[in-house]
């Protein structure tokens, strides 16, 4: 099992349209609204790790509203 977790920054007010979005994808498992540096944090979980980057990449990233974006591959050591 791949994990990342997506550290997201929006435009402002633009964080329940991106939950609302993020909450479409199969993949992401659960999501997080933040108060600091970031604005959400989604989990994304998948058998693959090239299925997890390719949500990452190509479904989560170009959601309007996103500004910048940050992951953190999980590793199982």
């Given at each position: 099992?791949?994990?990342?977790?997506?550290?997201?920054?929006?435009?402002?007010?633009?964080?329940?349209?991106?939950?609302?979005?993020?909450?479409?994808?199969?993949?992401?498992?659960s999501?997080?609204?933040?108060?600091?540096?970031?604005?959400?944090?989604?989990?994304?979980?998948?058998?693959?790790?090239y299925?997890?980057?390719?949500?990452?990449?190509?479904?989560?990233?170009?959601?309007?509203?996103?500004?910048?974006?940050?992951?953190?591959?999980?590793?199982?050591?």
């Open positions: 099992m791949a994990t990342g977790f997506v550290l997201i920054t929006t435009e402002p007010g633009r964080e329940h349209d991106v939950r609302a979005r993020l909450d479409e994808i199969n993949e992401v498992t999501r997080w609204m933040l108060f600091g540096e970031y604005d959400l944090i989604a989990k994304v979980e998948s058998d693959e790790e299925t997890l980057t390719r949500v990452i990449v190509e479904e989560i990233r170009p959601i309007s509203g996103i500004t910048d974006t940050k992951t953190l591959l999980g590793a199982e050591l």
